[in-house]
């Protein structure tokens, strides 16, 4: 028996929202939805796809970030120097006060316009831009340096457009890495109380924990931006901060866009949507009530495919040694 060899099965948003409306009657087969059945529809699809993350951190939407080396401050809010990716060099040639061109061990993933941070002599990290195509050794920067750095000291780069992370849900664990030789060890995920009750939140040093909040750098970010704070504050470029996170689910904005959801979530999601259709069109509360509880079912058995699988490490009881 031929089988098809193909594992690519996906459905669009107009797709879910079609099925949807059929499911509780409202279009027969071979009809269309109608355009505004369609984005009254999608607005529900979307609101019913910001609320799931509520349900903890699916494996397939969890992701590592970086905290770059930013000193001076205890907190660096997500549209600044937390990325999904960074590059980083040395410098190979002192640079004094002022200056503008930097010779470095390697140019490599260093482009025009890209954020860099460079580590100062003392101990201080300057961010800029980089102003021009780097060529050779050499990249030239936006901002002349505020002080003077030794050759051997950090540089980090990153494209703000692409790099830069979307706000976490959540921050799940971290750690602190060591960029000359990438050793790491684990740090603490504080919460809100344990880090306020730190005596001196400004003390300099290796970050030991971290705090994060969605609280943004303003009202208008409120989805956008979230917030990391540090203890100690970065005293030098030397190490950085990964962590893993939840991201965002990404929005249905239009007609062709994917689920992003694995395969197993197409059928709840479908049926959900139903359920909260439903209303509009007059579909009897036992009716909705049923389908939103085959839902839940599909659901659960749908996160249950994608459970994380791991080592299990028991730590024995010592409290009554």
């Known amino acids: 028996m031929a089988q098809s060899g193909s594992y690519d099965f996906t459905v669009s948003r107009?797709?879910?929202?079609?099925?949807?409306?059929?499911?509780?009657?409202?279009?027969?087969?071979?009809?269309?939805?109608?355009?505004?059945?369609?984005?009254?529809?999608?607005?529900?699809?979307?609101?019913?796809?910001?609320?799931?993350?509520?349900?903890?951190?699916?494996?397939?939407?969890?992701?590592?970030?970086?905290?770059?080396?930013?000193?001076?401050?205890?907190?660096?809010?997500?549209?600044?120097?937390?990325?999904?990716?960074?590059?980083?060099?040395?410098?190979?040639?002192?640079?004094?006060?002022?200056?503008?061109?930097?010779?470095?061990?390697?140019?490599?993933?260093?482009?025009?316009?890209?954020?860099?941070?460079?580590?100062?002599?003392?101990?201080?990290?300057?961010?800029?831009?980089?102003?021009?195509?780097?060529?050779?050794?050499?990249?030239?920067?936006?901002?002349?340096?505020?002080?003077?750095?030794?050759?051997?000291l950090r540089i980090y780069g990153y494209t703000a457009s692409s790099e830069r992370i979307q706000k976490p849900l959540r921050i799940l664990n971290a750690n602190i890495l060591q960029s000359s030789d990438n050793i790491s060890w684990e740090i603490e995920v504080m919460t809100q109380q344990d880090y306020f009750n730190l005596g001196n939140r400004t003390s300099e040093g290796t970050p030991t924990g971290i705090y994060y909040t969605i609280e943004p750098s303003s009202l208008t970010a409120l989805e956008t931006n979230g917030k990391v704070f540090v203890y100690p504050r970065f005293a030098d470029g030397k190490k950085v901060i990964e962590f893993t996170y939840h991201r965002p689910f990404q929005d249905f904005d239009a007609a062709g866009d994917d689920p992003d959801f694995p395969q197993a979530f197409f059928l709840p999601i479908m049926i959900e949507l139903a359920a909260h259709l439903g209303p509009k069109y007059g579909v009897p509360v036992t009716e909705r009530q049923s389908l939103l509880k085959e839902a839940q079912i599909y659901w659960e058995l749908a996160l249950a495919s994608i459970i994380e699988e791991g080592s299990i490490r028991l730590i024995p009881d010592a409290t009554n040694s």
């Open 14 to 152: 107009d797709n879910l929202i079609t099925d949807s409306l059929m499911r509780i009657g409202v279009l027969g087969e071979g009809e269309s939805a109608s355009a505004n059945q369609l984005t009254e529809s999608a607005r529900i699809l979307n609101m019913i796809v910001k609320f799931r993350a509520a349900d903890g951190m699916p494996t397939w939407a969890l992701r590592r970030g970086y905290v770059l080396p930013v000193t001076g401050v205890s907190s660096i809010n997500t549209n600044s120097h937390i990325v999904t990716a960074y590059d980083t060099t040395t410098l190979s040639a002192a640079a004094a006060s002022g200056a503008t061109s930097l010779t470095v061990t390697s140019i490599t993933g260093f482009t025009n316009g890209d954020q860099i941070g460079i580590e100062l002599t003392n101990g201080d990290m300057d961010w800029t831009t980089i102003n021009g195509v780097p060529s050779g050794t050499t990249i030239v920067i936006t901002t002349g340096l505020t002080s003077a750095a030794a050759s051997g």
